[in-house]
C-alpha cells in the first residue's frame, strides 16, 4: 500500500495494518454507517502517520488541483494550525495518533456533504473549500480527544509499569474515544495533573525465611547463620547455638495486606467539583491498590448502594478504562444513606471471603443522621478499618467510628496526596474495629 505521506522506513504491511484498525474503528463510531468510498485504509494510514511521525510530508503529485479527494483531505489537515495544537499529543506516539486519526476521520464524514461538488474548475475550488471548513472543524474534536487520550494512556502505563503493550490498548481504543466525548472523566483526570502519589516504603512486613535481608538478629536457624558466626570456636559456636543466640540475618517478606474499598456518596449535595474530587481520591487509591498489590473495590451509594466494580488479580488496560467509564458516567442526585452504604460493603466483603483486615474509605460531605451503635456492630462484625474523608463539615459520629477521619475543605491534588497517605499509615497501625 502505497502512503500519501513519505514514510520509506514503513513496511507496506505495517502501514495497511494501522490503516485497517482506523478504518474498523471509524467504522465502530459511525454506529454502523457505511463510510464513503474515499475513506479506506490508504487515507486513514496517511492520516495516522501525518500524526505520528516529526514533520510530515506530502508525497509528490503531478496534478497541481491536488490529486483526488484523498489527497485534499491530507493536505488540508497538514496546512491547518489546529493540526499543529494536536501534534504535541501525538508525536511517536501509537496510541494517541490512532485515536487522533478514528476521531479527525469520523468527524470530518459528518462534517463533509454527500453531495460534493461539480467536475469544472469553479466546482473543485467549492469542494475544496468544504473539505477544509470540514477538516478545521474535525480538528477542534480530535484535539480534545487526543488530549484525553493521552492522559488516559499515560495514567494505564504509570499504573501497570511494565505489564501491558501498545497491542493491550487496541481493544479499548473505542471505549476510549467515547470516554472523551460522553462523561466527566476529562474534568476528573485534570484533577489528577502534576499528582504524585507517594510510595509506600513503610508497607508491613512478615518473616519469611527467603525473603530480602532487613538486619540481623538472635537465633538457632542454621539457614541464615551470619558468615562472622563460622569463626567462632566449635564449642563457643555450638553452645550459642544451643541457646538460639547465633547473629542470624533478619529476612523478610511484604505482607500480604487486605483489599481497599472505596464508597463515593453520589448524592445531590455532592454534585460539581466534590464529586470530581472525589473520584479523582478514588483513581489515587487504585493505584495505591496496584503498586501494594491489593484487591480494589469501588461503589457509588445515594440513599441505595449502585453497582460494584471491582479489581482483583493482575489488572489489564481494560480494566483500568472500565474503572474510568464506570467513575466517569455516574451522575450526582438523590438521598443520603450511609448506614445501609456501609452495610452492603461489609457484605461484600464477607462474600469474598477476605482473609486481611480490609480498608474502607467513605468519601461524601456526611449530609446523614447516623447510630454509632449500628455502625460499631456493621464495621466489627467485618473487621473493617473505616477512613472517612468528609468534604466539607463534620460528622460526630463518623469521628467516633472511624479508624482515621480527614475533613477536606479544598479540593486540590495536594489533599488527594493526603488522603492516600492517611489511608496507608492508619492502615498499617490499625487493629480490627471493636465497638
Given at each position: 500500500?502505497?502512503?500519501?505521506?513519505?514514510?520509506?522506513?514503513?513496511?507496506?504491511?505495517?502501514?495497511?495494518?494501522?490503516?485497517?484498525?482506523?478504518?474498523?474503528?471509524?467504522?465502530?463510531?459511525?454506529?454502523?454507517?457505511?463510510?464513503?468510498?474515499?475513506?479506506?485504509?490508504?487515507?486513514?494510514?496517511?492520516?495516522?502517520?501525518?500524526?505520528?511521525?516529526?514533520?510530515?510530508?506530502?508525497?509528490?503529485?503531478?496534478?497541481?488541483?491536488?490529486?483526488?479527494?484523498?489527497?485534499?483531505?491530507?493536505?488540508?489537515?497538514?496546512?491547518?494550525?489546529?493540526?499543529?495544537?494536536?501534534?504535541?499529543?501525538?508525536?511517536?506516539?501509537?496510541?494517541?495518533?490512532?485515536?487522533?486519526?478514528?476521531?479527525?476521520?469520523?468527524?470530518?464524514?459528518?462534517?463533509?456533504p454527500k453531495q460534493r461538488g461539480r467536475s469544472?474548475?469553479?466546482?473543485?475550488?467549492?469542494?475544496?473549500?468544504l473539505v477544509r471548513r470540514a477538516v478545521s472543524?474535525?480538528?477542534?474534536?480530535?484535539?480534545?480527544?487526543?488530549?484525553?487520550?493521552?492522559?488516559?494512556?499515560?495514567?494505564?502505563?504509570?499504573?501497570?509499569?511494565?505489564?501491558?503493550?501498545?497491542?493491550?490498548?487496541?481493544?479499548?481504543?473505542?471505549?476510549?474515544?467515547?470516554?472523551?466525548?460522553?462523561?466527566?472523566?476529562?474534568?476528573?483526570?485534570?484533577?489528577?495533573?502534576?499528582?504524585?502519589?507517594?510510595?509506600?516504603?513503610?508497607?508491613?512486613?512478615?518473616?519469611?525465611?527467603?525473603?530480602?535481608?532487613?538486619?540481623?538478629?538472635?537465633?538457632?536457624?542454621?539457614?541464615?547463620?551470619?558468615?562472622?558466626?563460622?569463626?567462632?570456636?566449635?564449642?563457643?559456636?555450638?553452645?550459642?547455638?544451643?541457646?538460639?543466640?547465633?547473629?542470624?540475618?533478619?529476612?523478610?517478606?511484604?505482607?500480604h495486606e487486605g483489599p481497599l474499598y472505596v464508597?463515593?456518596?453520589?448524592?445531590?449535595?455532592?454534585?460539581?467539583?466534590?464529586?470530581?474530587?472525589?473520584?479523582?481520591?478514588?483513581?489515587?487509591?487504585?493505584?495505591?491498590?496496584?503498586?501494594?498489590?491489593?484487591?480494589?473495590?469501588?461503589?457509588?451509594?445515594?440513599?441505595?448502594?449502585?453497582?460494584?466494580?471491582?479489581?482483583?488479580?493482575?489488572?489489564?488496560?481494560?480494566?483500568?478504562?472500565?474503572?474510568?467509564?464506570?467513575?466517569?458516567?455516574?451522575?450526582?442526585?438523590?438521598?443520603?444513606?450511609?448506614?445501609?452504604?456501609?452495610?452492603?460493603?461489609?457484605?461484600?466483603?464477607?462474600?469474598?471471603?477476605?482473609?486481611?483486615?480490609?480498608?474502607?474509605?467513605?468519601?461524601?460531605?456526611?449530609?446523614?443522621?447516623?447510630?454509632?451503635?449500628?455502625?460499631?456492630?456493621?464495621?466489627?462484625?467485618?473487621?473493617?478499618?473505616?477512613?472517612?474523608?468528609?468534604?466539607?463539615?463534620?460528622?460526630?459520629?463518623?469521628?467516633?467510628?472511624?479508624?482515621?477521619?480527614?475533613?477536606?475543605?479544598?479540593?486540590?491534588?495536594?489533599?488527594?496526596?493526603?488522603?492516600?497517605?492517611?489511608?496507608?499509615?492508619?492502615?498499617?497501625?490499625?487493629?480490627?474495629?471493636?465497638?
Open positions: 500500500m502505497k502512503l500519501l505521506v513519505k514514510a520509506p522506513s514503513i513496511p507496506s504491511f505495517v502501514a495497511e495494518y494501522q490503516g485497517e484498525l482506523i478504518v474498523k474503528l471509524v467504522g465502530k463510531l459511525l454506529g454502523g454507517s457505511a463510510p464513503p468510498e474515499w475513506m479506506d485504509p490508504q487515507l486513514a494510514a496517511s492520516i495516522y502517520y501525518a500524526f505520528y511521525l516529526p514533520i510530515p510530508i506530502l508525497e509528490s503529485d503531478e496534478d497541481p488541483s491536488g490529486g483526488g479527494i484523498k489527497k485534499i483531505i491530507l493536505r488540508s489537515v497538514i496546512e491547518d494550525a489546529g493540526f499543529w495544537r494536536v501534534k504535541p499529543q501525538t508525536v511517536v506516539d501509537r496510541i494517541t495518533s490512532l485515536v487522533a486519526s478514528a476521531s479527525l476521520l469520523e468527524r470530518i464524514i459528518r462534517n463533509l469544472s474548475a469553479e466546482g473543485k475550488a467549492e469542494e475544496t473549500d472543524a474535525a480538528l477542534q474534536q480530535a484535539e480534545s480527544d487526543s488530549k484525553i487520550a493521552k492522559s488516559i494512556e499515560s495514567l494505564i502505563n504509570s499504573s501497570l509499569i511494565g505489564n501491558t503493550s501498545e497491542l493491550a490498548f487496541e481493544d479499548v481504543l473505542e471505549t476510549i474515544l467515547n470516554l472523551a466525548r460522553k462523561t466527566d472523566v476529562s474534568r476528573v483526570l485534570e484533577k489528577l495533573e502534576g499528582v504524585k502519589i507517594p510510595a509506600n516504603f513503610a508497607r508491613k512486613t512478615e518473616r519469611f525465611t527467603k525473603g530480602w535481608i532487613e538486619g540481623v538478629e538472635l537465633g538457632g536457624d542454621l539457614e541464615r547463620v551470619h558468615p562472622s558466626q563460622l569463626s567462632l570456636p566449635d564449642e563457643v559456636f555450638y553452645l550459642l547455638y544451643a541457646e538460639s543466640r547465633l547473629l542470624l540475618y533478619k529476612r523478610v517478606f511484604m505482607a464508597l463515593l456518596d453520589k448524592s445531590g449535595s455532592m454534585s460539581g467539583n466534590k464529586i470530581d474530587w472525589a473520584r479523582a481520591v478514588a483513581i489515587a487509591l487504585f493505584q495505591t491498590a496496584l503498586r501494594e498489590g491489593r484487591s480494589f473495590y469501588v461503589r457509588f451509594f445515594d440513599a441505595m448502594p449502585h453497582n460494584l466494580l471491582s479489581v482483583i488479580g493482575r489488572p489489564r488496560p481494560r480494566d483500568i478504562v472500565s474503572l474510568l467509564e464506570y467513575l466517569g458516567t455516574v451522575k450526582a442526585g438523590g438521598g443520603t444513606d450511609i448506614t445501609r452504604a456501609l452495610a452492603v460493603a461489609a457484605s461484600d466483603i464477607e462474600a469474598n471471603k477476605v482473609k486481611k483486615n480490609p480498608d474502607v474509605i467513605l468519601i461524601t460531605d456526611g449530609e446523614d443522621r447516623l447510630s454509632e451503635s449500628i455502625l460499631n456492630g456493621i464495621l466489627s462484625r467485618s473487621k473493617i478499618n473505616l477512613h472517612t474523608v468528609m468534604i466539607g463539615g463534620d460528622n460526630k459520629s463518623l469521628r467516633s467510628v472511624s479508624s482515621s477521619y480527614m475533613s477536606v475543605a479544598r479540593l486540590t491534588g495536594r489533599e488527594v496526596v493526603r488522603v492516600v497517605e492517611m489511608v496507608e499509615k492508619t492502615s498499617r497501625a490499625a487493629q480490627p474495629h471493636k465497638p
